[in-house]
């Protein structure tokens, strides 16, 4: 069975500080995506950044990186030099690549940033 | 080229009605999910449906909801006899083939 473990409930940073947010999984499937979301008070799904589980490099995205250790079945993101829009719950998930299958998510991580 | 478009944003039922929520995928996604989410919770998987099919109901209550994806038509999310304990927020995607989602705005359910 597939899982996603979020264990920081919330965080606070201080703006322009970089934050990382952590997300562990368990899959017995070679081949898997791993996906992060943002989703502001207004209440939407925002797909912030992708990975592929044999890609050879980490996932980039402006200020969003994924630090990719697949050994240790973590997936943390990264946001380099946060801002009061960085505001939000931030969700990690999970898919069986390549297949018909539904996403799987964590509990999320409710991040502030204070000015 | 429209998003994934969910109607209505909100919707406030009385215990024991009906509620009908609704999702019109991307042009050219033929593979539709739905998703629950309680307050400050994450997202559960609720089912997942083709064009005509249901592929994969498990996170689906096995009474009073059910859900449908018509040849022709958006997705409907159907919950009978609705009780405080179903509002929350109900969110579709929708992809082409099976990676790539794109999420809707979401629903947002209050029973009273």
């Known amino acids: 069975a597939q899982k996603i473990t979020q264990t920081q409930p919330g965080m606070f940073v201080q703006e322009k500080e970089a934050v990382t947010l952590d997300c562990t999984y368990d899959t017995s499937d070679p081949s898997y995506g791993l996906f992060w979301y943002k989703q502001p008070s207004s209440g939407e799904m925002i797909f912030l950044i992708y990975?592929?589980?044999?890609?050879?490099q980490n996932a980039t995205e402006g200020r969003y990186s994924l630090n990719f250790q697949k050994a240790r079945k973590s997936a943390n993101l990264v946001i380099s030099a946060s801002q009061l829009g960085d505001s939000a719950m931030y969700f990690c998930?999970?898919?069986?690549?390549?297949?018909?299958?539904?996403?799987?998510f964590g509990k999320g991580t409710r991040l502030h940033i204070l000015p | 080229n429209a998003g994934v478009m969910q109607n209505p944003r909100h919707l406030v039922r009385r215990r024991g009605q009906e509620a009908r929520l609704r999702c019109s995928p991307m042009k050219g996604h033929s593979h539709v999910y739905w998703y629950r989410q309680l307050p400050e919770e994450g997202l559960k998987f609720m089912v997942y449906?083709?064009?005509?099919?249901?592929?994969?109901e498990s996170g689906m209550p096995k009474e009073r909801f059910s859900a449908e994806f018509p040849k022709e038509g958006p997705s409907i999310l159907r919950i009978q006899q609705v009780v405080r304990g179903d509002s929350a927020a109900y969110f579709c995607?929708?992809?082409?083939?099976?990676?790539?989602?794109?999420f809707g705005s979401g629903t947002r359910l209050t029973v009273v």
């Open positions: 449906l083709q064009k005509e099919n249901i592929i994969d």
């Open positions: 998930a999970m898919k069986r690549k390549n297949r018909d299958d539904k996403i799987i």
């Open positions: 990975q592929g589980s044999y890609d050879q």
């Open positions: 995607a929708s992809s082409q083939s099976g990676d790539g989602y794109t």
